[in-house]
């Protein structure tokens, strides 16, 4: 009777076992992308469609300049096909990662697009993504990487990139349109991140801070910024979801405005915060500058 019961777990178990490899072997088939952070991560998604897994490591939430890495990102990079990442000096934490996973494939989606140097200091601004018309370049290199690894998704591929680009496009026109209705377009923020939005829009941009890697929150840092919103008589100034609202809060009170809202810059929003895309994060963000610095 034992060695019957005994005999039917280990059939039992070797299907099941069989099940999971089967199923694990059908996932493995779709190519695995990884990204640094998650709006490269969603971007990935829109050109990959079904024909991969994609993954990001920096969590919603948290800043991609300070991130840490975790012993699960070391595992999901080295088992990865590509792994996807901004440059621009964005990932600092690179290469520490790099060096304990492997020989995977690096690719930095900002090729080709120029880069606009960090106010004041040395260094290049990797907030590209913050003008659409770079996130253009973003999903053709993803696009043209994504065919050279998986020939057979070509048409899928370039189909997916093509109905997102047509997204993109709108988007940018929709925005163009937007920032008409505001005669003063100045954004003042913790962290300046908006440079690119602003070369592209038409704002002057303004932070406490230049990068969140470099020092921040200074007092004469906050002084500097509370003096620029009193001598443009700015009507409000934002806060990033990724960065505490304290030093923001500090300058709107000591310049005697108020935090028109939040923005995102390094992350795509929750699920139910209405940004939880590129471009509904971008969207986001343009009706939230539009209705503070409307007067």
């Keep these: 009777m034992k060695k019957s019961i005994l005999l039917f777990i280990t059939v039992i178990a070797g299907m099941v076992l069989a099940a999971c490899g089967g199923a694990e072997a059908q996932e493995n088939d779709k190519l695995q992308v990884v990204t640094s952070f998650s709006i490269l991560g969603d971007l990935a998604e829109q050109v990959a469609g079904d024909r991969a897994n994609v993954e990001y490591l920096v969590p919603i939430g948290e800043e991609p300049h300070e991130y840490e890495a975790v012993p699960s990102d070391f595992r999901k990079v080295s088992d990865a096909d590509v792994f996807y990442v901004n440059g621009f000096g964005l990932e600092e934490w690179l290469e520490r990662l790099v060096q304990n996973t492997g020989d995977v494939s690096i690719v930095s989606v900002s090729d080709g697009v120029t880069p606009l140097p960090i106010a004041g200091e040395e260094g290049e601004d990797p907030h590209a993504w913050l003008d659409v018309t770079n996130v253009i370049t973003y999903v053709e290199n993803i696009r043209d990487d994504l065919i050279e690894r998986d020939p057979e998704g070509t048409e899928e591929y370039q189909a997916n990139a093509e109905a997102y680009i047509q997204e993109l496009e709108e988007i940018h026109a929709w925005i163009q349109a937007e920032v008409e209705r505001i005669d003063e377009r100045v954004i003042a923020v913790s962290e300046n991140a908006f ?60 310049a005697g405005v108020h935090i028109a809202g939040e923005v995102y810059t390094d992350a795509v929003g929750l699920e139910g915060s209405g940004a939880e895309t590129y471009i509904k994060m971008m969207e986001h963000n343009v009706n939230t500058f539009v209705s503070g610095l409307k007067r």
Excluded: C
């Design 195 to 254: 440079q690119y939005f602003g070369e592209q829009y038409g704002f002057e941009t303004y932070g406490i801070w230049e990068l969140n890697s470099h020092e921040e929150g200074t007092p004469g840092q906050i002084a500097a910024l509370v003096d620029i919103v009193k001598d443009r008589n700015l009507p409000a100034v934002f806060v990033e979801t990724t960065v505490d609202s304290r030093y923001m809060e500090t300058v709107a009170r000591d």
